[in-house]
């Protein structure tokens, strides 16, 4: 079992930035893609961005060329650099990592942008 704790979060104001963290521990070998989900209220949880152990990267439109995803060299820790931020990115934000086809989920983080 994997186990994700995600750091970060917070309030800032539109065009500013923050960076969130999550940490895996547990059974983390073999952890494949590794991920950021996001999910407002009254809305579906929808990808941000993922990355897979050998480096390629996934964004969502709406978050290309503003946020980056990154992952330490132990592959075990996975970063999501947000910049440029707009209210409409307000949302809970997720980890999420993936061993032999099982997703791992965090307990979440609230982000919010004011206007």
């Known amino acids: 079992q994997v186990q994700l704790v995600e750091s970060g979060g917070g309030l800032v104001q539109a065009v500013g930035s923050l960076r969130l963290s999550c940490a895996a521990s547990?059974?983390?070998?073999?952890?494949?893609?590794m991920g950021w989900f996001r999910q407002d209220q009254g809305k579906q949880r929808e990808l941000v961005a993922s990355?897979?152990?050998?480096?390629?990267?996934n964004y969502a439109d709406s978050v290309k060329d503003r946020f980056t995803i990154s992952r330490d060299n132990a592959k075990t820790t996975v970063y999501l650099q947000m910049n440029s931020l707009k209210p409409e990115d307000t949302a809970v934000y997720y980890c999420?990592?993936?061993?032999?086809?099982?997703?791992?989920w965090g307990q979440g983080v609230q982000v919010t942008v004011s206007s």
């Open positions: 999420n990592a993936n061993r032999w086809g099982y997703p791992s």
């Open positions: 547990g059974s983390i070998a073999s952890i494949g893609t």
């Open positions: 990355i897979t152990q050998s480096g390629t990267t």
